[in-house]
């Protein structure tokens, strides 16, 4: 039995079908989800086709939406003094929504500052035991992981900036992402510039050229993301992945190594292993591994490769 410590709460679950196991459609039919007061039942809504905002209003909506979560939601100990910070701009329980204009003008400006030091956080890491010696970053593992398997807290302090970093990036994490081991879970791993240090933009050409598949032992993918949004990059083909599973034309090297290419248009003969990138926006890749291999946990054993500008 699952329980949550919030009066709100989501579920997400990911279906992937390994080899001869059940199909993925049998398993989403037999999902139920429904208060204890109704008869079993799911109304499943496709969406593949449906658009996600992966940011939140950078506007007062923003607050207007602060203000009714706490209506429905008790504070947590850990929170107490920022809840008092929330007080003092108008934002309190049992009280309308309603900031003075002083209170509008500081509300907006942290709007502005908060959101940048969350950029900060994400795209210019710091943070201890994270950057790998291929210069990739680990998203959610490492010396000091962003996700524990039960709690953010460790003996003399709670984590903070990367409870601010990974809600901001991607959202969520699960225990097995905070806490892969050889052969279950997932690891993540992220980079954000090129070999020059210059950030990837929609614009370029660029290549990986991985000296062998990532060691995964169900599968690895290459998944690129945009940088305003942080979800999947929305591009014309529709496509955002390349990887061992989502390509089944995959093309290698005679080498054994793989090439994956991001730009705006694809490289002539190699368009099975490319994601399409949209001009005037950033984008950046996650190496995703599910069941990574033993080789992942050793940073002198395989590297990542690094994004190269090209011209093709």
């Known amino acids: 039995m699952l329980g949550s410590e919030t009066s709100n709460a989501f579920i997400l679950m990911r279906f992937i079908r390994i080899e001869d196991q059940t199909p993925v459609e049998e398993l989403q039919a037999a999902v139920k989800i429904y208060a204890a007061s109704e008869e079993p039942g799911l109304d499943l809504v496709p969406g593949g086709d449906k658009p996600l905002q992966g940011y939140p209003p950078r506007d007062m909506g923003y607050w207007e939406l602060l203000h009714e979560v706490l209506q429905e939601e008790d504070t947590a100990e ?4 920022m809840m008092y910070i929330a007080h003092t701009l108008g934002i309190e329980r049992g009280k309308p929504f309603e900031p003075t204009e002083a209170q509008q003008a500081a509300l907006m400006a942290g709007l502005v500052s908060g959101e940048a030091a969350a950029k900060t956080l994400v795209f210019n890491e710091r943070l201890e035991g994270v950057l790998r010696k291929d210069g990739w970053r680990y998203i959610l593992s490492g010396a000091l992981p962003d996700a524990f398997e039960h709690t953010q807290r460790v003996r ?17 994490s699960s225990p097995r ?3 892969p081991v050889v052969g279950k879970g997932q690891s993540y791993a992220g980079r954000f510039e090129d070999t020059d240090n210059d950030r990837l933009v929609g614009d370029g050409q660029y290549v990986m050229r991985f000296a ?25 083909t529709q496509n955002a992945t390349v990887g061992s599973r989502a390509t089944p034309d995959l093309q290698t090297n005679d080498d054994g190594s793989v090439d994956i290419y991001v730009g705006p248009t694809p490289p002539p003969g190699k368009e099975s292993n490319w994601v399409q990138s949209v001009p005037g926006r950033g984008w950046f890749p996650y190496v995703r591994m599910y069941g990574p291999g033993e080789d992942w946990f050793n940073e002198d054993a395989y590297a990542l490769p690094q994004i190269e ?3 093709w």
């Open 309 to 311: 500008k090209t011209d």
């Open 177 to 179: 992402m905070g806490h």
């Open 156 to 172: 003399d302090f709670d984590m903070l900036d990367p409870r601010s970093r990974f809600t901001y990036e991607a959202i969520t």
């Open 212 to 236: 062998s598949p990532p060691p995964a032992e169900l599968f690895w993918s290459v998944v690129v993301y945009d940088v305003e949004s942080r979800t999947l990059i929305v591009n014309e």
């Open 78 to 81: 850990r929170d107490r003094f």
